[in-house]
Nanobody, 121 residues
Framework: QVQLVESGGGLVQAGGSLRLSCAASGMIRSINDMDWYRQAPGKQREFVARMASGGSTNYADSVKGRFTISRDNAKNTVYLQMNSLKPEDTAVYYC???????????????WGQGTQVTVSS
């Protein structure tokens, strides 16, 4: 019913930048929050950043001041600008969204397939 597709991952040197994108498509009436999570090898998935439909944002302490989340509501797309990248930012980055479907008034959570970010030292 809803697909989230991430893009923009890759290999970058420490101190470099990447911009991730996540586009939602399908039977979407509206999207509440759009979030980014990440999962490093051998670790649990962790929260990175959130942007509510109204524009308020939250960040994990580990990325504050380096990462910026933004969204284009008209395109159902959320972005994650990552600057000053560190080797410890290496992970698979996942998009997560709270979606209200055309056919139902309740919110459903959806995950993307993930995009790999590798930061070399």
């Amino acid at each position: 019913q809803v697909q989230l597709v991430e893009s923009g991952g890759g290999l970058v040197q420490a101190g470099g930048s990447l911009r991730l994108s996540c586009a939602a498509s399908g039977m979407i009436r509206s999207i509440n929050d759009m979030d980014w999570y990440r999962q490093a090898p051998g670790k649990q998935r962790e929260f990175v950043a959130r942007m509510a439909s109204g524009g308020s944002t939250n960040y994990a302490d580990s990325v504050k001041g380096r990462f910026t989340i933004s969204r284009d509501n008209a395109k159902n797309t959320v972005y994650l600008q990552m600057n000053s990248l560190k080797p410890e930012d290496t992970a698979v980055y996942y998009c997560n969204a709270g979606v209200v479907l055309i056919v139902s008034p309740r919110e459903y959570r959806y995950w993307g397939q993930g995009t790999q970010v590798t930061v070399s030292s």
